[in-house]
């Protein structure tokens, strides 16, 4: 089902240097604001390294939720070069909000996990801000709310230090990784629900899809938001949350 569309001209971002600083390291955004197609010719493979100037700022939530006493971490499903791939829900930060990261979180949020109750869709809170509703085609409940707050929870064993964005500190306690395969530098905010109603719900993912004939981004609501079960903080079963049920 596709719920919108989205035209990726809209889109603007900057490259970005990594530097250590204090301890930890120092996010800098560098160069001439870049487009969509220009990012994606430059998200190339390249080396890990810190000092290094990088195609492009990401933003990953890595959401902890607990159901009858087992944990569970949220990914989705994309599949990409020939193959499916289970990925935290993300997005690239776009230029206006380089200097914030958690804006783009909130956003991405809000429009990658989708809670169904019935007809309607759950509005989302992080840290007990209500998130914009972000499908004006969807029909959302007030009774209802998708709950996230901060959590030290780290379960993929991320490295954890002081990330600083031009000399400040960025809140929310983001971790920080390189994906080398895209030349991509990726802040990594840990989250968990904080509880989920007792009712019939479903977790689903809408998904951004390049339409070649448009030439528009396609958001396609599915069900491939998956729960990785885990045990000592280590992934041994998938499967989905749906109605009310894993």
Not at 56 to 76: C, F, K, M, P, W
Not at 100 to 120: F, R
Request: glycine share 4%; net charge negative; hydrophobic share 35%.
């Amino acid at each position: 089902m596709i719920i919108t569309h989205k035209d990726p001209r809209l889109f603007h971002t900057r490259s970005v240097r990594l530097s250590p600083h204090r301890h930890g390291v120092n996010i800098t955004p560098v160069g001439d604001s870049i487009n969509f197609s220009t990012l994606q010719k430059r998200r190339k493979p390249c080396q890990s390294k810190i000092p290094g100037t990088f195609a492009n700022l990401g933003v990953s939530a890595q959401i902890h939720l607990r159901i009858q006493e087992t944990d569970y971490l949220i990914l989705v499903r994309q599949f990409k070069d020939d193959h499916w791939q289970l990925k935290l829900p993300s997005g690239y930060i776009p230029e206006e909000q380089l200097h914030n990261p958690y804006l783009t979180l909130a956003q991405e949020i809000a429009e990658e996990c989708l809670l169904e109750n019935g007809p309607a869709f759950a509005r989302c809170t992080l840290n007990n801000d209500l998130l914009a509703a972000p499908y004006k085609e969807l029909t959302y409940c007030e009774e209802v709310l998708l709950e996230l707050e901060s959590s030290p929870w780290n379960p993929l064993h991320l490295p954890q230090t002081g990330i600083y964005m031009n000399e400040q500190r960025l809140p929310g306690n983001p971790m920080l990784y390189i994906h080398s395969p895209t030349c991509s530098a990726q802040l990594v905010y840990p989250l968990e629900v904080r509880h989920l109603p007792e009712t019939q719900l479903s977790l689903l993912h809408a998904e951004e899809e390049y339409n070649w004939d448009s030439q528009q981004l396609d958001v396609v609501l599915n069900q491939e938001l998956w729960l990785a079960k885990l045990h000592d903080q280590r992934i041994y079963e998938l499967g989905k949350f749906i109605d009310g049920r894993y």
